[in-house]
């Protein structure tokens, strides 16, 4: 079975800071996704790593691949409330067919 | 463009009875996966439908069942209704492999 472990599970920082989100797997994955959800609502794709050791920036969010495509992590910087939500990674299954194996999700608060 | 929309957001059932749920994908997508999301098992996968074939089922009993149209709308069932079946449930749609989902909005089921 294919598990993924995200870090920290609960962040509450004030706006401005930066943070780190980590996802860990003992299992390889063919590509590896990012999602933000915010409550009552599903998530929301961030961003798709695919490389080994790719680093991917989307504004103040910088995303890396580890180099053996097990791990990965997100990167904030200067939070703003709006970073606020549940940040999820996503593995796409190595096995075949499309399906994504979630991480245990963060879920950041950034304060004003 | 439309995104995938879920119908409907909010179902409360009884035990024992059964349950059919809706998923309009972003059109030209012919991928559709459903999973369920409890705060205690975080997002599970249930299964993936492409052009109409399942090609992908999570460890769900049979209870869980879904088929996919010809114009890739799917519909996911649950029979015999029980209290942990309460969840939220995800249908999300991509164009093909490797792509990233979009989600629906969800269906929140509770079961009393």
């Known amino acids: 079975t294919q598990l993924l472990e995200q870090s920290p599970q609960f962040l509450s920082i004030q706006e401005g800071e930066n943070l780190t989100v980590y996802c860990n797997s003992s299992s390889v994955f063919s590509s590896l996704q990012w999602y933000r959800q915010e409550p009552g609502e599903g998530p929301v794709l961030l961003v798709t790593?695919?490389?080994?050791?790719e680093v991917k920036k989307l504004k103040r969010l910088t995303f890396q691949f580890g180099d053996a495509r097990k791990d990965s992590s997100l990167h904030i910087t200067a939070a703003q409330p709006g970073d606020t939500g549940l940040y999820l990674c996503?593995?796409?299954?190595?096995?075949?067919?499309?399906?994504?194996?979630f991480g245990t999700g963060t879920r950041l608060l950034v304060s004003p | 463009k439309a995104g995938v929309t879920q119908t409907p957001r909010y179902l409360i059932k009884t035990r024992g009875q059964q349950v059919t749920l809706s998923c309009s994908p972003i059109?030209?997508?012919?991928?559709v996966s459903w999973y369920q999301q409890t705060p205690g098992q975080g997002l599970q996968f249930l299964f993936e439908y492409f052009s109409e074939t399942q090609r992908n089922k999570g460890n769900f009993p049979g209870r869980f069942s879904g088929r996919q149209f010809s114009n890739s709308r799917s519909e996911m069932n649950v029979s015999t209704l029980e209290l942990g079946d309460s969840a939220l449930y995800l249908c999300a749609s991509s164009p093909r492999e490797g792509y990233g989902y979009t989600f629906g909005s969800g269906t929140r089921l509770t079961v009393v």
């Open positions: 996503a593995g796409v299954s190595n096995t075949g067919f499309q399906k994504l194996v």
């Open positions: 790593v695919v490389t080994g050791g």
């Open positions: 059109s030209g997508h012919r991928s």
